[in-house]
């Protein structure tokens, strides 16, 4: 399967398990954003002729006394009608509405933190639990009649909730994502007008509330009407006025990017769905929430299936511990542009060294580059042949990016302006000689990606140098033509050397840990790791930092992936 079909069309996508939100729930329902108690009486008054809703909430003073007084009015009106005194019934229900207290519903209970499910069959959408520890709901059917009162101890109310998706201004972000939000933006150098947040929240507002899933709610005895109608009501009155608290996350982007600014991988594009896994029997690790993305100003696609994993990439987890949050996958062949980007970066290495010329920029994955020598009359013309090899990350720890070098030196040795013989020297030569005291050997350039200490990936590297030997046997070369060789064989042993330290020094300064000499905006997205350091573009409610681990090619996927590990700000 190639990597357009894993990601259902899109170009990367972080899929963020259904335990993850669940305990980014848990901890918003610990710090009371989502609220631990449903404390509320609400009714209708007439005015102007026209029924508007009102009501109190328990930190209210007079919140319970407005409670017993209800219940204590509505025993009062349903005995007046018992007693056919309807004249009676009509002072009450007056008496109420000046009072304020001709309520149709009340909460007065606690909630465990919510849960959501990710179903089947159901991309667009999440199954919500709301959970309620204990206390009461006080419910008046019709205006004569009295308050019932169901107990809810250990009840549960579940419905499915349609996901929404709104553009908003960080003010409103809810808790500390605000400064991770201000550090991308600062890291950036643009302002906050050059940026879009958007949310991802549970879209109340299109849910059918009423319509609740028989198989995980638990209502009182003889109350599933009543208790519905009263949720509905709750979420109706309370989520229209105020922020809405069942945030599922925040994608941050760019709005417009100059050419010359544009990074190697840019996501411009944020889109959602879920995806159901029943793998190993653990929905709640291996189903998911999907951010989708497309890079580089790609529309996302628009078929009925974009965005529908054929299945959940949390099934391609390495590390299917608790220290596993998600996965982040990218298509393999976007992933081909950071391989172009160190193909032109160890063309710059060689273009640095003194008297290289490029003969043959990276094709197929082949670079040619030559210099040419003279000590007096005798030639040196020094080929190298740098190959790129097979992209291996397969051992689920790092993807490593390896490049062969070769090299190819004709020596041509002149006697008064006359060629007298010509010999070569090479990375696949046998014969050694004095100075050259060593069989050939190519040379090998890793870039390895890996985990780094700080959270994200690092590019590291390795060099093997190469080394040369003579191709045919110079004890046979005779006497005389050996000793002319040899008077240039220290200038191809010291000029070799020098060339390899070359492009050893050159690496360590471009990549190593203590300085960056060359500020070189390309070194800078090589060293950063820009492709795949996209995830903090993606931020949660309450999450600090991402810890990537076990970055691998999945070649049967056509996608590179790494998990993901998401430290939050723990509530206790």
Same mark, same amino acid.
């Given at each position: ?103 149709? =519903? ?179 690790? =291996? ?182 030997? =003579? ?5 046979? =070369? ?95």
């Amino acid at each position: 399967m190639d990597g357009i079909n894993t990601l259902a069309g899109y170009d990367m996508v972080l899929t963020l398990s259904q335990n993850t939100i669940n305990y980014q729930f848990e901890q918003l329902h610990k710090l009371n954003v989502i609220q631990k108690k449903w404390g509320v009486l609400a009714g209708n008054i007439e005015k102007n002729g026209a029924e508007k809703s009102f009501h109190i909430s328990n930190e209210d003073e007079n919140f319970k006394k407005k409670l017993n007084d209800w219940i204590n009015i509505q025993d009062e009106i349903s005995k007046a009608k018992a007693a056919n005194d309807w004249s009676k019934v009509g002072e009450l229900i007056n008496r109420a509405e000046n009072e304020k207290i001709n309520f149709n =519903f009340g909460w007065d209970t606690n909630l465990a933190a919510p849960v959501i499910t990710i179903k089947e069959k159901e991309s667009h959408s999440l199954l919500l639990e709301i959970r309620f520890k204990k206390g009461k709901l006080y419910y008046k059917e019709e205006s004569i009649a009295p308050v019932k009162i169901y107990e809810l101890k250990d009840t549960v109310y579940a419905f499915n909730v349609p996901i929404g998706q709104l553009e908003v201004n960080k003010k409103s972000m809810v808790l500390n994502t605000g400064g991770q939000v201000t550090k991308i933006i600062r890291e950036s150098g643009l302002t906050e007008q050059d940026f879009t947040i958007e949310s991802l929240f549970l879209n109340f507002e299109n849910a059918n509330i009423s319509i609740f899933d028989k198989n995980k709610s638990t209502f009182p005895d003889n109350a599933s009407k009543e208790f519905s109608r009263a949720v509905e009501e709750y979420f109706n009155l309370m989520i229209k006025n105020s922020e809405n608290p069942y945030v599922l996350g925040y994608g941050v982007r760019r709005k417009k990017i100059k050419a010359t600014e544009k990074a190697m991988f840019q996501p411009t594009s944020l889109g959602f769905t879920t995806s159901y896994s029943s793998h190993l029997k653990k929905a709640g690790m =291996f189903s998911g929430l999907n951010f989708l993305m497309m890079l580089n100003d790609t529309k996302s696609p628009t078929t009925p299936t974009a965005g529908i994993l054929p299945q959940s990439i949390l099934e391609l987890e390495k590390d299917i511990t608790s220290t596993t949050d998600g996965v982040f996958a990218i298509r393999k062949e976007h992933f081909s542009h950071y391989i172009d980007s160190l193909d032109t970066y160890v063309e710059e290495v060689f273009k640095k060294l003194e008297g290289v010329e490029i003969k043959q920029s990276f094709t197929d994955g082949i670079m040619e580059a030559e210099r040419d020598d003279k000590k007096v009359d005798d030639t040196i013309v020094t080929k190298y042949t740098v190959v790129r090899q097979e992209i291996s990350g397969n051992d689920g720890v790092s993807v490593k990016i390896s490049y062969e070098i070769s090299i190819n030196i004709e020596v041509k040795v002149h006697a008064w302006f006359v060629e007298v013989g010509k010999k070569t020297l090479s990375t696949s030569g046998q014969y050694t000689k004095d100075a050259l005291d060593k069989a050939g050997r190519k040379g090998r350039l890793d870039f390895i990606i890996k985990a780094g200490k700080t959270g994200r990936f690092d590019l590291e590297h390795l060099f093997e140098k190469p080394i040369v030997a =003579f191709d045919e046997n110079p004890d046979l =070369f005779g006497n005389g033509f050996l000793k002319d060789l040899l008077k240039v064989l220290t200038l191809i042993v010291v000029w070799v050397a020098v060339v390899i330290e070359g492009i050893v020094n050159q690496i360590a300064v471009d990549l190593g840990k203590e300085s960056v000499v060359d500020n070189d905006k390309l070194l800078q997205q090589l060293n950063s790791i820009d492709v795949l350091n996209q995830t903090n573009k993606i931020i949660l409610p309450l999450g600090n930092v991402y810890t990537f681990k076990n970055l691998r090619i999945v070649e049967d996927k056509g996608i590179v992936a790494y998990d993901i590990g998401y430290a939050p700000v723990v509530q206790k």
